[in-house]
């Protein structure tokens, strides 16, 4: 095999997976599509040593990093398709020749699917967002709503109110409603709108106010929406790894609790697999799956004690 693992996507997940496995001295290579979700964020929240900064300075440290290691190499593309063979598995880069591979870790991300409103796609990542803990600080103290149904209503409406005292919950024509429901909200402060949301208002990339189907508007700074993820393309089907919908994804890949996919030889990590995408939570899945593929391979190599999938 010319590699003992391909990591695919060059994400924090994956940067951080690569980067253990350089210093590991495997021979690693990173296949990078450069389509990480959270760049439409101007700045990365909550992250110890990059807090408030832009999403590409992270990546692009995580690449200077890389290449102190001589095992790694990256290389920018998108793998089409993947399948197993004896000893491991074949990647069909767009362009390039075929990566053999002993070993996989798929750290592609997912793609957000927020509500298809006029003039979402303009605010989204800045004050159209899905993650309060990413956003809620460069929101605090503005004129907030959260658009949302069932449980999550409340759940992200109550979250708001930490960075707010102005929170409007929309619930698009929904009345789910109970009424011990409504009166938590009420008591904590969240003002309620039942109609039909139908579009967004903003200038210079800012939001500005919520349209509703009946003409009105209401003056808003920041919006809370759902956005459920959904895999970028079928790599992992592919290579036989098993996928089924979880509370944040429609079609996430089924990982142990070391990341292994029901795929032998074939890793997951990031948002591709977890219930909380975060990025900090994605570079600490990224470490500790590199070190479970280091185990693997020296499994392989001299019989090390290793769990079966």
């Not at 074939?266 to 948002?271: C, H, K």
Request: proline content about 6%; hydrophobic content about 40%; some cysteine.
């Amino acid at each position: 095999m010319d590699w003992e693992c391909a990591v695919v996507g060059g994400g924090a997940a994956g940067l951080s997976a690569a980067l253990v496995l350089g210093r590991a001295r495997r021979r690693t290579i990173v296949i990078d599509a450069d389509q990480q979700s959270n760049r439409a964020s101007p700045v990365i929240g909550g992250l110890l040593g990059f807090d408030r900064r832009p999403p590409a300075e992270l990546y692009e440290q995580g690449r200077r990093e890389l290449a102190n290691y001589p095992s790694v190499e990256y290389v920018r593309g998108v793998v089409q398709s993947g399948r197993p063979i004896e000893g491991g598995f074949i990647l069909e880069p767009d362009d390039g020749d075929p990566v053999l591979t002993k070993r996989v870790l798929l750290a592609t991300g997912m793609r957000y699917r927020p509500p298809e409103l006029p003039s979402l796609a303009e605010l989204w990542g800045t004050s159209v967002f899905q993650c309060p803990f990413c956003h809620g600080w460069e929101m605090r103290d503005k004129r907030l709503a959260t658009l949302a149904a069932g449980e999550e209503a409340m759940h992200s409406a109550l979250m708001l109110r930490g960075w707010s005292d102005d929170v409007v919950l929309l619930t698009d024509g929904r009345t789910d409603l109970s009424p011990g429901d409504i009166d938590v909200l009420t008591r904590a402060g969240v003002v309620i709108d039942d109609r039909r949301v139908a579009e967004l208002h903003g200038e210079d990339g800012t939001l500005t106010a919520i349209g509703f189907a009946d003409g009105d508007r209401l003056a808003r700074d920041g919006l809370l929406v759902e956005a459920p993820l959904e895999q970028r393309d079928k790599l992992a089907e592919q290579l036989g790894a098993v996928c089924a919908e979880g509370p944040v994804s429609t079609h996430s890949v089924s990982v142990d609790e070391i990341y292994r996919s029901k795929a032998e030889g074939v890793f997951a990590v990031g948002d591709l697999c977890t219930d909380q995408p975060y990025v900090a939570g994605a570079i600490a899945a990224g470490s500790k799956a590199a070190m479970i593929v280091v185990q693997s391979l020296l499994a392989d190599e001299f019989g090390l004690p290793y769990p079966p999938v």
